[in-house]
């Protein structure tokens, strides 16, 4: 799959700003430190300070994709590095550091892009918050880790901008921590991810005793380069897996965790309690992307010990888990009735999307979905953003309808990014991304079945999406009050969205597949004889037959005639048990509740049980034992020491009250013992000289 | 009888006579009286040591005589004024009431 790069020679030496790439980063971090001792009124003050820091991060982003972009059109192979010794035991020493390549560059720059968007839509979306400085302090936050996580060329350092992105993810759910709901969500989102993050620090210790080292690339000794590669290989783990191989697999477990893959997707339809720009900045765009930009930067660890053309245990496994996530979180989406986790759902299938892509067709395909996805789905949250807004704070899609009148603009971006997500042929990105995923998984050799759940799973995108739009956008109004357009600072971003929703196709067509040339450091040649190869016309059939039954069949169901809150979906009078196990998330949580959770608890009752019981009377023991001696203590302090001692002290005070008395303060006194000591002295010198 | 004992015997009765006037008297101007015959007994003794001792050509006893009724004479002007100073504060000079260093 991966076309050799003969042609590009590898560029080693830094450039100034590979150097300073650590700047895109820390500003914003540096900017969330400043909003967060500032005073809770001080609101214009916060959210410039957050936005011209990651306007900056944005320009030094375009600068340094300008460099590599001038260095791919120089026949160079852009992989820069700057890395440093952050301490040191021993032999071994742990090095951070930072990487400029196509892959890093282009993903600075979508996420400072559609970082600054968002930004910007939520001065609007957030204006009337009482806590909105703390709302930029943690979105300032957010984005530096992020933007960390993708400039790290240390698995450590990802790891560190990795957690730091759970922690801020955690308290944007948990914003409104008065909702108990949202409080919950965070608390969930959080262990959730941790589960697959254990996995993930296992590899991470795995790797670093096999290699000695947990830099990405560093001049031929880093983990992802060959040498290090072929010593994993040779190395075998359990169960005929090579060390390459599960070390590949625990670090997929953490990217299945942040980037809520089967079966650690449960978290991600709940974090959708936070405000909605946090849902499309974090749980759409950029933070669950994140794991599939890990398994993108491992991809030469997953990749390892494969055979040409063929795949390797890790990067099967990612697929199956990817399709299988696709198609099943796809059919939960169909039953879902609030707009968020409509949306929450889908982004959990278009993630398997990416992994699929990932797992069959490498880091290009993977990638692109990711890119194009970041887009459309970033607009179809802040188009549901702004339809919550103007619908008075209403999620329930039941409670909405012909909204297509009352916010035209909203209504035009959000079609416009619908069609992307549902994969309309030829105009939109979404499907030139999907088209890409498609078409290697219809090529890939160990089985079919990927591709039928993928296939399926676009119809559902189809169909899930067009049920919602017109629930959303068609028939009569069905909520309280006016329905009303969003401010200029909330459609401005739609619109500009919308434009790249439907313009990032571009990069991707089969015809000048310029992304895949990019990051595979390949020459982009424009071809338009692809677009005639049968193999290609026939995905374009697919996709318009996908596309036409998944909308159409939505259309003929739900069309301008969606049903009010009280009445059932129409998939509910057909199949009432199908609607309930769909609406119903196919058991997922209760499943966990009765196993997980409630072994979980069942464990903490054992545990208080030792607690109070077993430890409990030790420590009760042990401080009966000390209070028995301390008694002994008392009673030898009380009768024999303080008895000695007061008697000592009594003596000491009555001989200084008789030697007092002979001090009368009258002189005359003195004088006269003076006198006296003298006489006897005198008669003492008398005798001893007789004698 | 020697004429060195003489010279003792008054030098230990002028001595007795300071020392019971230093002892008995409440005044403290008379027993600053006292002390100071008491001293002149001492200064009468150095002479007579001196004049009937080994070496009378030596000048030593008449110079500790001469040293010691100089800081004789400096100790009386210490001390009156001390007497003074204890008359303005206390309006009294009797010894008896000066009991405020009692232990």
Known sequence: MMQESISFTPQLAASAIARNLWLIPAVPIAASGVIAVLKQPRRKTASALAIGALSFSLLLALIAFAHVLSGWANGQAVRETASFTWFQTGASHVDLGWVLDPLSAIMLVMVTFVGLLIFIYSTGYMAHDENYTRFFCFLSLFAGAMLGVVIANSLLLLFMCWELVGLTSYLLIGFWYFKPAAAAAAKKAFLTTRVGDVFFLLGIVWLFAQTGTLLFYNSGTGSMEQAALTGLLAQPAAWGFTAASAIGLLIFAGAAGKSGQFPLHVWLPDAMEGPTPVSALIHAATMVAAGVYLIARVYPLMQAGALTGGTTTALTVVTWVGAFTALFAACIAVAQNDIKRILAYSTVSQLGYMMAGLGMGGVAVGMFHLITHAFFKALLFMGAGSVIHGCHEEQDIRNMGGLKKYMPLTFATYSIGMLALCGVPILFSGFWSKDAILESAHGWPLSHAPYYMLVFGAILTAFYMTRQVSYVFFGAYRGHGHPHESPRSMTTPLAILAFFAIALGALGTPAWPWFRAFLENGAAVVDFHAFAEPAWLMLLLTSCVIVTIGIGLGWMLYGSKSPAADQPDVIERAAPPLWAALRDRLYIDEFYGVTVIAFYSWWARVADWLDRRVWGGIVSLVAFVFGLWATLNRFLDTNVVDGAFDKSCEEISTSGGLLARIQSGRVQTYLRLLALAVVVLAILLFWSGRA | ?103
């Open chain 2, 1 to 103: 009888m020697n004429p060195l004992t003489g010279y003792l015997l008054v030098a230990a009765l002028l001595f007795s006579i300071g020392l019971a006037g230093a002892l008995t008297r409440r005044n403290a101007i008379l027993v600053l009286i006292g002390i100071e015959l008491m001293l002149n007994a001492a200064n009468l003794n150095l002479i007579a040591f001196w004049r009937y001792g080994p070496h009378p050509e030596a000048l030593t006893g008449m110079m500790f005589a001469i040293f010691s009724i100089a800081v004789a004479a400096a100790e009386a002007a210490v001390g009156l004024g001390l007497v003074i100073n204890i008359h303005r504060h206390a309006h009294t000079t009797n010894l008896d009431q000066m009991n405020r260093m009692k232990g």
